[in-house]
């Protein structure tokens, strides 16, 4: 892995919905060595905000094809603190908080923490729509991901 922790892959993602809950969409962009990926994608159905900031680092973690050094970025505390934070607590808790509730999201946590087992990835916590292009990238290709996925459930089968 020596060469991947010269030459990490950088990851922005968001992820949101309009309203919350509601539909919602998610982005990606990926970059290493002057290559770029774009992903997007979204659920037409109710979801949340927090789901769709989960789904975005989980598709571009999955993406990747070897195990590779990550620098990823999201403008999330949810998701940043939960994986960084919370979640070895969670899941020595049974995945209960520590108010004795039921984790929300439990489905996406045990993704994420499969994903990220494949890379090392480091966590970043960027501030939104503060000009930084990869994430406002990310934005848009979330806000893509959602029309898509509306449009594509209005289409009768």
């Keep these: ?4 922790v010269e030459d990490p892959v950088v990851i922005h993602t968001d992820g949101g919905c309009r309203p919350n809950p509601g539909p919602g969409g998610w982005g990606a962009v990926l970059r290493q060595r002057g290559h770029v990926r774009e992903m997007c994608g979204g659920e037409p159905g109710a979801t949340s905000n ?8 989980i598709m571009a973690l999955e993406a990747l094809t070897r ?5 990823l970025h999201t403008d999330s505390t949810y998701v940043r603190n939960g994986i960084t934070k ?3 607590g969670w899941e020595r808790n049974g995945w209960m908080t ?4 039921p984790v929300k999201n439990v489905d996406l946590w045990q993704r994420l923490q499969k994903a990220c087992a494949q890379h ?6 960027v501030k939104g729509h503060s000009g930084i292009a990869d ?7 979330a806000t893509r ?3 898509q996925a509306i449009a594509a459930a209005a289409i009768p089968s």
Excluded at 50 to 57: K, Q
Excluded at 67 to 71: A, I, K, L, N, T
Excluded at 98 to 101: C, E, G, I
Excluded at 120 to 125: M, N, P, S, Y
């Design 98 to 101: 520590a108010a004795k509730q």
């Design 135 to 141: 994430n406002e990238l990310a934005d848009q290709l």
């Design 145 to 147: 991901g959602l029309q």
């Design 67 to 71: 195990p590779v050094v990550v620098h």
């Design 86 to 88: 919370w979640v070895l």
């Design 1 to 4: 892995m020596s060469e991947s």
């Design 120 to 125: 090392r990835v480091e966590w970043f916590w």
């Design 50 to 57: 927090n789901r769709m900031e989960l789904t975005a680092p």
